[in-house]
């Protein structure tokens, strides 16, 4: 796998996860996500919550699914810092505007959360690290 070689290469901290660990990690989170983010739509669908609640959780998939291309395959350490960021703040976001009405839907995103959060520090060292 591309990414996993490159990934590879870059130069990490000590307390960088094995390459391995990344998958099976995201397997669960996604699971995880599918389940309350679908849930989020379903509400958006009944009008049981607005547009702006459904907003974050958007912008949040966007923003995830972006990281890979632009961190290997635009190679730009800047830009995969500023989209992990994203992601952590819409992350944030989500789960605030949707408590008073699924509670649920933010606890069971809290492993999403501590992970993004340390991807979020982990991008900042390897950016850090990797600089020209």
């Known amino acids: ?7 590879l290469d870059y ?3 000590t307390w960088a996860p094995p390459s391995w660990l990344f998958g099976p990690v ?3 989170l996604y699971v995880l996500i599918a389940v309350s983010y679908l849930y989020v ?3 958006f669908l009944v009008h049981e919550v607005s547009f702006l609640v459904l907003l974050p959780f958007v912008l949040n998939l966007i923003f995830s699914f972006a990281y890979v291309p632009v961190q290997f395959g635009l190679k730009s350490f800047a830009l995969a810092t500023l989209d992990i960021f994203l992601v952590l703040g819409t992350l944030i976001w989500s789960l605030v505007v949707i408590y008073p ?5 933010s606890y069971i995103n809290i492993p999403y959360l501590l992970w993004v959060s340390f991807a979020t520090v ?7 690290m990797n600089r020209s």
Do not use: E, F, H
Request: glycine letters at 4%; charged letters at 15%; zero cysteines.
């Open 11 to 13: 130069k990490k901290p």
């Open 122 to 128: 982990l991008q900042i060292a390897v950016t850090y």
């Open 1 to 7: 796998m591309k990414t996993a070689r490159q990934y």
């Open 41 to 43: 739509g379903y509400l």
């Open 101 to 105: 009405v699924a509670a649920w839907v």
């Open 26 to 28: 995201w397997s669960v």
